[in-house]
Every structure is written in structure tokens, then in C-alpha cells.
């Protein structure tokens, strides 16, 4: 995608919805980091299904603690992988509160550094919680990166390192939401909707379906 193109796919992206948000449901910052460790291989109506059993019972690691793997467990039972899940996010809770005071830290380094979160976990809480310009490249973005042409590369970090390149400025924080939102719902894996992509004249995709 030239520069004009991707000028033109971030601002119809952003005329359509100027404010997007995540659809993981959240308020605080532990609970935002929470939903999205649960949220691998899974989906955000799944977690958000299980989180609003958990949350107002615990959402603190201090909580979370206090439930016991096994009350944590029949919290999220219906989140695939739970079991693993549940023990990275006791541990993580215990990180929580010995080295970090009960908080969730801001640095990269020190939320790649709990269990269970990984760069793009800890991008999406840099974004979302902290309003930092990172990009977390999960398979829509991915795909997305690649079908378009706006960020192609053989890896979610290139394909990262791609996007923060290339994406003007002014729509760096909200374009990990724009880009997950388009690909979950129109730019689709199987079917991509082209016919009903608003920003198709700006994509590359060379393979484009039908209406």
C-alpha cells in the first residue's frame, strides 16, 4: 500500500468509528490485564461470560489470591485452557503483590516478566490502559498485515514492526482496535466481506470477493 492508500484506509477507519474501544469488558487495569491473559485462543464473548461470574467476586490479585487455584479454576472452567490459564494468573498475582505493590506496572519489560503475558498481551495493556502507541498483532492483524498490504511480514513482530512504520502519527493509538475490529468482522479468513469494505479502493488485496 503507498502512502496515500494507507492515508485513506485510517481515515475512512476512523470516520466510521472515531472512538473504538476493546470488547473485552473491564474496569480497572487489573482486570484489563486479567481479560486479555484469559482471552488466548478464546474469544471475547467467552471471556467476558466468565469474567462477569469472577470480577465481582475478585478483582484484585490480592482476591484473586484468596480464591485458591481451585476457586480460581470454577470461575474460568469455560475458557479453553483454563486449567493452565488460572495458575499463570495466580502467579502472576503473586508477582503482583510482592514486587509490585498490588499494581499493574506500565514498563514492557516488567509485564512481559508475569506468566502468561507475552508481547502482545503486554501491548494490548500498554494501549489500552495506558494510551501508549503500541501495536498487538494477534491473527486478524496479522492477517490483515498481509491480505492489504499495508504491513506484510512473515511474523506478528515484523508484521508489528511493519505497522508502526507505516501508520501515520495521529492514528497510532486507536489503529490496533480499527485493524482487530475490521479483520474480526469484515475482512474476514475465510470470506473476506469486500463488497462491504469500506476501504477496499485502498487495499491490495488482488484476490477480492465478490458482493
Not at 484469559?38 to 484473586?64: E, M
Not at 482496535?177 to 468482522?185: A, E, K, M, N
Amino acid at each position: 500500500m503507498t502512502t496515500a492508500q494507507i492515508e485513506a484506509f485510517f481515515a475512512t477507519l476512523q470516520a466510521a468509528n472515531p472512538l473504538p474501544v476493546t470488547e473485552l469488558e473491564y474496569t480497572s487495569v487489573f482486570e484489563l490485564l486479567t481479560a486479555v491473559l484469559l482471552s488466548a485462543q478464546a474469544t471475547d464473548v467467552g471471556v467476558n461470560k466468565a469474567t462477569r461470574r469472577l470480577f465481582p467476586v475478585a478483582n484484585t490479585p490480592q482476591k484473586i489470591l484468596a480464591l485458591g487455584l481451585e476457586g480460581l479454576e470454577s470461575y474460568i472452567k469455560t475458557i479453553g485452557l483454563y486449567r493452565s490459564k488460572a495458575k499463570h494468573l495466580m502467579e502472576t498475582c503473586r508477582i503482583l503483590v510482592e514486587r509490585h505493590g498490588g499494581e499493574v506496572p506500565r514498563s514492557r519489560e516488567a509485564l512481559e516478566a508475569l506468566p502468561g503475558v507475552g508481547r502482545k498481551t503486554a501491548n494490548v495493556v500498554l494501549n489500552v490502559a495506558f494510551g501508549e502507541p503500541t501495536m498487538a498483532v494477534d491473527t486478524h492483524i496479522f492477517r490483515l498485515g498481509n491480505r492489504t498490504g499495508l504491513a506484510p511480514g512473515k511474523t506478528p513482530l515484523a508484521v508489528e514492526q511493519a505497522l508502526l512504520r507505516r501508520i501515520p502519527a495521529k492514528y497510532l493509538v486507536d489503529a490496533h482496535h480499527w485493524l482487530i475490529l475490521h479483520g474480526r468482522y469484515v475482512c474476514q479468513a475465510r470470506k473476506p466481506l469486500c463488497a462491504q469494505c469500506a476501504v477496499s479502493s485502498a487495499c491490495n488485496f488482488r484476490h477480492k470477493t465478490p458482493g
